[in-house]
């Protein structure tokens, strides 16, 4: 149980071109849902919590008009990286969580390289 | 400030002995704090929850320790295999509902046979 999707898996683009990844949880709702980033040999950071059906709560530092979540099903959560430039190029994990658990469920993530 | 800190970037052992990971925190409160393993190119996978007020969890061959007044946690493996080889992640919840949690970099463990 407690199975969470990303889709892509990998996705090279071009800058100035926008990409959405998707998250499913496939097993269970989930309320909240979460994206990270992870850039190589650095530890897991927070971009954002979003929760079913509301606006998505972003961390310091993050741009909310460039990474755009959207939650519009209990399943399903997506992030949108838009004019994405080199930098932008990253390990993006989302997470979700069982509505009665503490645990975050982890996908598989999704390598972003942008060219 | 605020510190989470995993001792090693990496760890070495032989098949067959003991793994022992550790992480440090400063300036935190945690309601509890979990580790996972994340293998390469791949997301982390829950492996163990334990919370401030118990000292010690097990799963199978895995052993967790936790101790507020060091501020640390001890995360064991037993009877190592080479297939426990991987990047193993300690995550502090700073809040009850674990919608908080922050990451230390991790310590990768090599079992060799």
């Known amino acids: 149980g407690a199975v969470v999707s990303q889709h892509p898996s990998r996705v090279i683009c071009k800058s100035g071109t926008s990409v959405k990844i998707e998250c499913r949880s496939l097993d269970f709702q989930a309320t909240t849902m979460f994206w990270y980033r992870q850039f190589p040999k650095q530890s897991l950071m927070l971009m954002a919590t979003?929760?079913?059906?509301?606006?998505?709560?972003?961390e310091q530092g993050v741009e909310k008009d460039k990474f755009l979540i959207n939650h519009a099903s209990l399943t399903l959560s997506t992030l949108t990286v838009t004019s994405a430039h080199p930098e932008d190029s990253s390990f993006y994990i989302c997470?979700?969580?069982?509505?009665?658990?503490?645990?975050?469920?982890f996908g598989p993530g999704t390598r972003l390289l942008v060219l | 400030s605020q510190k989470i800190e995993q001792n090693s970037e990496a760890l070495n052992i032989q098949e067959g002995k003991t793994a022992t990971l550790t992480c440090n925190y400063t300036?935190?409160?945690?309601?509890?704090l979990q580790w996972y393993r994340q293998d390469p190119g791949r997301g982390p996978v829950f492996l163990l929850l334990?919370?401030?007020?118990?000292k010690e969890k097990r799963k199978e061959r895995l052993k967790v320790t936790f101790d507020t007044t060091l501020k640390q946690s001890l995360f064991h493996i037993t009877a190592s295999q080479p297939a426990d080889s991987a990047t193993y992640l300690c995550a502090l919840a700073v809040n009850q509902a674990g919608t908080a949690l922050i990451f230390g970099k991790g310590t990768t463990l090599s079992v060799s046979s």
């Open positions: 300036n935190y409160s945690p309601a509890y």
């Open positions: 997470s979700a969580m069982p509505g009665r658990e503490e645990t975050q469920y």
């Open positions: 334990i919370r401030e007020n118990e």
């Open positions: 979003s929760n079913e059906g509301s606006k998505a709560t972003y």
